[in-house]
T-cell receptor
């Protein structure tokens, strides 16, 4: 059974650009959530999608957005990148939510220069 | 608002020692889930355990054991006879809202170093 796959693993972008990260959940999982991890702020929740609908959203500016497709794959977009957006972005999938457990991918490490 | 506190930022032990990682949580929900994850240098968060708020039984899995006490809002994790491969950052997390809860709140993490 394949795990949660995130692409790309590493990314270097210039300030002001935009970036799209991709997450393929475990087959059959309908919930996909995204987290940002930085040394200063730790692991912070970005948003969660369930059956193509955003079900919950963290406290991040509107530059951070996401979507989920009918096959449950999810993308996360960050526009007008800032240096502070440099982080490890982790995707997690679950059949339906916390009660069923979350499996995380290996993450995408984004560096903004 | 939910909150998780891991007061131990770093712990260093010698191989074969037992070590306990502390986790204290805050929530107003009566139905919630608690988790422990391990993050090795590769970055992936590896699931260790999930416990719901109605199950206070302690659990043992090999060298790992967990002590859940609602009275003190704690969910501590003990590694018995630690090994070098246990070196990692360990995170405790909380999810409110029952089985369909969709948001994990993580503690700050505890960096565990096991020296040979």
């Amino acid at each position: 059974k394949a795990g949660v796959t995130q692409t790309p693993r590493y990314l270097i972008k210039t300030r002001g650009q935009q970036v799209t990260l991709s997450c393929s959940p475990i087959s059959g999982h309908r919930s996909v959530s995204w987290y940002q991890q930085t040394p200063g702020q730790g692991l912070q929740f970005l948003f969660e999608y369930f059956s193509e609908t955003q079900r919950n959203k963290g406290n991040f500016p509107g530059r951070f957005s996401g979507r989920q497709f009918s096959n449950s794959r999810s993308e996360m977009n960050v526009s007008t990148l800032e240096l502070g957006d440099s982080a490890l972005y982790l995707c997690a999938s679950s059949p339906q939510g916390a009660g069923y457990g979350y499996t995380f991918g290996s993450g995408t490490r984004l560096t903004v220069v | 608002a939910q909150k998780v506190t891991q007061a131990q930022t770093e712990i260093s032990v010698v191989e074969k020692e037992d070590v306990t990682l502390d986790c204290v949580y805050e929530t107003r929900d009566t139905t919630y889930y608690l988790f422990w994850y391990k993050q090795p240098p590769s970055g992936e968060l590896v699931f260790l355990i999930r416990r719901n708020s109605f199950d206070e039984q302690n659990e043992i899995s090999g060298r790992y054991s967990w002590n859940f006490q609602k009275s003190t809002s704690s969910f501590n994790f003990t590694i018995t006879a630690s090994q070098v491969v246990d070196s990692a950052v360990y995170f405790c997390a909380l999810s409110e809202g029952g089985a369909s809860g969709s948001r994990l709140t993580f503690g700050e993490g505890t960096q565990l170093t096991v020296n040979p």
